[in-house]
């Protein structure tokens, strides 16, 4: 996982080429990751220096605040890497790299291009382009049902507590 995701910062204007399903929903899951831990971590910081005047959490606040700024710089940085990811990935299952602008129609735009990015990738064979059967095995299809459903709940958990903490 860690190799996908580090060779997708290794090809940050890299238009050209295909990227497998693998190496794309490697990135995106682990950069979930890190986002999700920045933005609880800067949380916790606001938390721990609001109404105390304590130097202990100050103390313990700042390197929060610190990695919290690495992760921001960090999400900022994978805007720009997954989008020539994602036209890699787009072209790795045999469409044109102009379909990325599909996400642009509302509602709809958007669940086409994931259906886009979840299909499996074509396969040359004699200079014949061929479709693996979808979904190839039982149990991918059930990985990504069970992480796809952790993820919408992880960031429904973080809008909570985010409302919450604006009350």
Same mark, same amino acid.
């Given at each position: ?9 290794? @090809? ?8 497998? @399903?693998?190496?794309? !929903?490697?990135?995106?899951? #682990?950069?979930?990751?890190? /986002?999700?831990?920045?933005?609880? #971590?800067?949380? *916790? ?9 304590? *130097? ?15 992760? =921001? =710089? ?5 805007? !720009?890497?997954? #989008?020539?990811? /994602? ?9 044109? !790299?102009? &379909? ?44 990504? &049902?069970?992480?796809?459903? =952790?993820?919408?709940? #992880?960031?429904?958990?973080?809008? /909570?507590?985010? =409302?919450?903490?604006?009350?």
């Amino acid at each position: 996982m860690l190799t996908s995701y580090f060779s997708a910062w290794k @090809r940050p204007f890299d238009f050209k080429g295909k990227t497998t @399903r693998k190496e794309y !929903w490697h990135f995106v899951i #682990l950069n979930s990751i890190v /986002t999700v831990i920045s933005y609880v #971590l800067f949380l *916790s910081a606001i938390a721990l220096t609001s109404g105390v005047n304590s *130097s202990f959490s100050v103390a313990i606040s700042i390197p929060m605040y610190i990695i919290s700024l690495i992760g =921001l =710089l960090l999400f900022f940085g994978s805007i !720009w890497v997954a #989008l020539p990811l /994602t036209v890699r990935r787009i072209r790795d299952v045999g469409m044109s !790299w102009k &379909w990325i602008f599909l996400v642009s129609v509302p509602y709809i735009g958007g669940v086409f291009v994931v259906i886009f990015l979840t299909r499996s990738s074509i396969i040359s064979i004699e200079g014949k382009e061929y479709y693996l059967r979808y979904p190839t095995k039982k149990n991918h299809i059930v990985g990504y &049902w069970i992480a796809s459903v =952790l993820i919408i709940a #992880l960031f429904l958990v973080i809008f /909570t507590i985010s =409302l919450i903490a604006a009350v």
